[in-house]
């Protein structure tokens, strides 16, 4: 089993200032100072093990110069890597950088598609259009393990079309998703259009259901979910101004695909401790009498993988049916609860 050492280059290869990240941040971080902090961040982790892969998150890996690149294949060797993942944005893809990065050692690529919806995709200044989008996930899913990053509810987007693009997505067969919703940081550009009334985030229920639908249907394509919401790791909750943050936002989505299932089965049972495997909110999805929860003996271990596909097949099949009747309703119980229990 690969043990993957994380190491964070924060916007480092973003030479463009993205509508919802923090500009502040994105100034300041030489080629010298990179090198530094990559190589302290691997002595600081291998100290407590050995590790066989590197991943480098938070910056466009193939963005970089590519001196900057060859040094970093470098290290990861010096270091005994055998295998690399990176970051990246798909304008920063070509028939040039695969053939770089197979040569050095990448097995994995993330890309920041964050929607197929050209308006909005212009509009938060993202360096690249719907068609270059695809091309570039096309390339890399032939050629490496691939991970696209899509961004439900950004400004200019619409929940149709960003779900329209995501179904085209899913025809690539990305090998998985990570699923961000989009949150007002502070001092972006994004916060002022939201001060100003330029922009209305999703709700939270609106985030949730989006969310659900692309999760069922992955899991429906045979496609990995590597996380839904946006990383909470290091996060100062304090940076955040609006939007559909929380901490336990996967969560959420398996109690809502919980309560979405039981009320389609009707009285199937669950043991209480399959419930709470697949949902950390057992007590609010015991509380909302949707379904009995019982410790019977002769009920199997529930698998979630079964529930997003009963979802998909019941909910979602006919024009995004899921935004409508029982999984709304669903849906605004959870946001309330989540705010105020």
């Known amino acids: 089993m690969s043990k993957i050492c994380p190491v ?60 900057l690149r060859k040094t970093m294949y470098r290290i990861s060797r010096e270091y005994g890597f055998e295998n690399i993942r990176v970051s990246t944005r798909p304008d920063c893809i070509s028939k040039e950088i695969v053939d770089e990065l197979k040569i050095n050692c990448i097995t994995e690529v993330e890309l920041g598609i964050q929607t197929l919806n050209d308006k909005a995709l212009s509009e938060n200044l993202r360096p690249y259009d719907a068609e270059k989008a695809l091309k570039s996930l096309k390339m890399s899913c032939k050629n490496f393990y691939t991970v ?38 502070k001092n972006t550009p994004l916060e002022k259009y939201y001060k100003d009334g330029k922009y209305t985030p999703l709700t939270l229920s609106e985030a949730l259901q989006i969310s659900l639908y692309c999760t069922a249907a992955c899991i429906n394509n045979g496609i990995e979910i590597l ?20 901490p336990a936002f996967g969560d959420l989505i398996r109690t809502l695909a919980l309560m979405l299932y039981f009320s389609k089965i009707g009285n199937n049972l669950i043991s209480s401790k399959d419930s709470s495997r697949a949902a950390g909110y057992k007590s609010l999805v015991k509380k909302l009498s949707l379904y009995k ?49």
């Not at 149709?160 to 090998?175: A, I, V």
Request: aromatic residues 14%; glycine residues 8%; charged residues 20%.
């Open 293 to 341: 929860i019982t410790d019977r003996k002769d009920i199997g271990r529930l698998n979630i993988h079964q529930v997003y596909k009963f979802i998909r097949e019941q909910f979602i099949e006919d024009n995004f049916r899921l935004f409508q009747g029982q999984a709304n309703h669903f849906a605004k119980i959870l946001e309330y609860k989540a705010h105020y229990r």
């Open 8 to 67: 964070f280059i924060p916007f480092a290869g973003c030479a463009n200032k993205c509508l919802y990240c923090d500009q502040s941040s994105l100034t300041g971080f030489s080629q010298s100072e990179i090198i530094h902090s990559t190589v302290s961040q691997i002595k600081a982790v291998t100290s407590s093990g050995s590790f066989n892969k590197i991943a480098f998150f938070g910056g466009s890996f193939t963005c970089l110069s590519a001196e």
């Open 227 to 246: 996380r839904i919401g946006i990383p909470t790791e290091n996060l100062d909750y304090s940076d955040i101004a609006a939007g559909p943050f929380h």
């Open 148 to 185: 696209a990053q899509v961004m439900p509810g950004m400004y200019g987007d619409s929940t149709d079309e960003f779900l329209s693009g995501f179904e085209n997505l899913l025809t690539l067969k990305p090998q998985g998703f990570r699923i961000y919703p989009t949150v007002v940081f």
